[in-house]
């Protein structure tokens, strides 16, 4: 059984840093493309970004440049460095298994920016 557990947000200035952690179960991970989603108010969750099995990356318009992926196959672990954070970055914030996502949703970690 899949299971996802999102962790690390909070509530940062405008031009502050975040990192967030996925830890992932219930499958072989190292194998595995890994997302980040978010979801601000009212509005539908988006796709942040993708890191494949073999550490390449992709990126949405919105944050690359400021937010980086990385895993750690040895931890079963994804992570999101957000730098530079904006307030329209202020949402949920979802891991998954690959883009599109294949898994059921954890409870996300919720990132809060204020201006």
């Known amino acids: 059984q899949v299971q996802l557990v999102e962790s690390g947000g909070g509530l940062v200035q405008a031009g502050g840093s975040l990192r967030l952690s996925c830890a992932a179960s219930?499958?072989?991970?190292?194998?595995?493309?890994m997302g980040w989603y978010r979801q601000a108010p009212g509005k539908q969750r988006e796709f942040v970004a993708l890191?494949?099995?073999?550490?390449?990356?992709v990126y949405a318009a919105s944050v690359k440049g400021r937010f980086t992926i990385s895993r750690d196959n040895a931890k079963n672990t994804a992570y999101l460095q957000m730098n530079s954070l904006k307030p329209e970055d202020t949402a949920v914030y979802y891991c998954?298994?690959?883009?599109?996502?294949?898994?059921?949703w954890g409870q996300g970690t919720q990132v809060t920016v204020s201006s």
């Open positions: 998954n298994v690959g883009s599109p996502p294949a898994g059921d």
């Open positions: 890191i494949n099995s073999g550490g390449s990356t």
């Open positions: 219930g499958f072989i991970f190292s194998s595995a493309a």
